[in-house]
């Protein structure tokens, strides 16, 4: 079982940062792909960027490709997505997420384990 908290969502204004984090506990965390998705009110949950298990490989929407970065902290056990030049349209709840398999996948049925999400809210 793996338990995921995240933290760092707000409110910021539109051409703004925020550093989103994910702690994880009960397996180890190096083991896990991991990934944020995010869902706006009346829409479907979406990927938004994935990181494999060592680090090596990450994989973004491409909605925020070039703007979100996706990292891991294996000392930590905490994934991070830091959020830069955000846009109203990135307004939803986000998600940490994980997988007990090396490869990221961007289908919410292929994830083990989430988070309770965090609100991130960015004005015009």
């Known amino acids: 079982q793996v338990q995921l908290v995240e933290s760092g969502g707000g409110l910021v204004r539109a051409g703004g940062s925020l550093r989103l984090s994910c702690a994880a506990s009960?397996?180890?965390?190096?083991?896990?792909?991991m990934a944020w998705f995010r869902q706006a009110p009346g829409k479907e949950r979406e990927f938004v960027a994935g990181?494999?298990?060592?680090?090596?490989?990450?994989y973004y929407a491409d909605s925020v490709k070039g703007r979100f970065t996706i990292s891991r902290d294996s000392a930590k056990n905490t994934v991070f997505l830091q959020m830069n030049l955000l846009k109203p349209e990135d307004t939803a709840l986000y998600y940490c997420?994980?997988?007990?398999?090396?490869?990221?996948?961007?289908?919410?049925?292929?994830?083990?384990?989430w988070g309770q999400g965090i609100q991130v809210t960015v004005s015009s």
């Open positions: 990181i494999s298990s060592n680090g090596g490989s990450t």
């Open positions: 997420a994980a997988r007990s398999y090396d490869a990221v996948t961007k289908t919410t049925a292929s994830y083990d384990y």
């Open positions: 009960g397996r180890t965390f190096s083991s896990l792909a």
